[in-house]
């Protein structure tokens, strides 16, 4: 059985950072590329990030360019979002994802951790 | 970027009612769009991908259908289960975007 396991997720202050993981198991980690999806409240779905299986590509939404850093580590299958100079607008609830391609979706979700950015 | 304007953003509608969700693309995305469903407190599910495979163990009142670059999801009689928000999700090009959603309540 496939699991994506979110941790990290907490309350920061604006400029704050915070390290995202998500613990997978159930399927062959370092096959997939993963990625990471947030819903802010009271709003809809939005990509943050992309990573290929083997980490040499990352792909970003423009608003967390240059601010979030995807990685992974395929030897103990982890997935990592770091955040940095966090901004109100960031408080969303964080989904830790797997990309399957061909064909080209998300199939397999966690449950969420969730991010406040407030002072 | 491909945007993704989904219609309508509130839906409506009875228990046995056949109701359809639309999906317009801003330019050509094949068939690389997904249907979500989700309820509150829980993770997106995946009810439709490639705009008209069902997922497997998705019930078959869901189905999904393209034409050009308008995608449309059908719930052909609607269950209780079935009142929670949809999105769909276009994965042609990056940015991967989302449609802003369909939330469908009971009438």
């Known amino acids: 059985e496939v699991q994506l396991v979110e941790s990290g997720g907490d309350l920061v202050q604006p400029g704050g950072s915070l390290k995202l993981s998500c613990a997978a198991s159930?399927?062959?980690?370092?096959?997939?590329?993963m990625g990471w999806v947030r819903r802010a409240p009271g709003k809809g779905l939005e990509w943050v990030a992309n990573?290929?299986?083997?980490?040499?590509?990352?792909y970003y939404v423009d608003a967390v360019k240059g601010r979030f850093t995807i990685s992974r580590d395929n030897a103990n299958s982890v997935l990592y979002l770091q955040m940095g100079s966090l901004r109100a607008e960031d408080t969303a609830v964080y989904y830790c994802?797997?990309?399957?391609?061909?064909?080209?979706?998300?199939?397999?979700w966690g449950q969420g951790t969730r991010v406040t950015v407030s002072s | 970027d491909i945007q993704l304007t989904q219609s309508p953003s509130f839906l409506s509608a009875s228990v046995g009612d056949r109701v359809t969700i639309s999906c317009r693309a801003s330019q050509d995305i094949n068939s690389y769009l997904t249907w979500y469903q989700q309820n509150p407190g829980k993770a997106p599910k995946v009810l439709i991908y490639?705009?008209?495979t069902l997922q497997s163990g998705v019930p078959s009142r869901f189905s999904g259908s393209r034409s050009g670059t308008e995608f449309t999801l059908t719930i052909s009689s609607l269950q209780p289960e079935d009142f929670a928000t949809y999105y769909c999700?276009?994965?042609?090009?990056?940015?991967?975007?989302f449609g802003q959603g369909t939330r469908l309540e009971i009438k």
């Open positions: 159930g399927f062959t980690f370092h096959y997939y590329y």
């Open positions: 999700l276009q994965c042609k090009d990056y940015p991967l975007t």
């Open positions: 490639d705009a008209s």
């Open positions: 990573i290929r299986h083997d980490g040499s590509e990352k």
């Open positions: 994802v797997t990309y399957k391609r061909p064909p080209y979706y998300f199939d397999y």
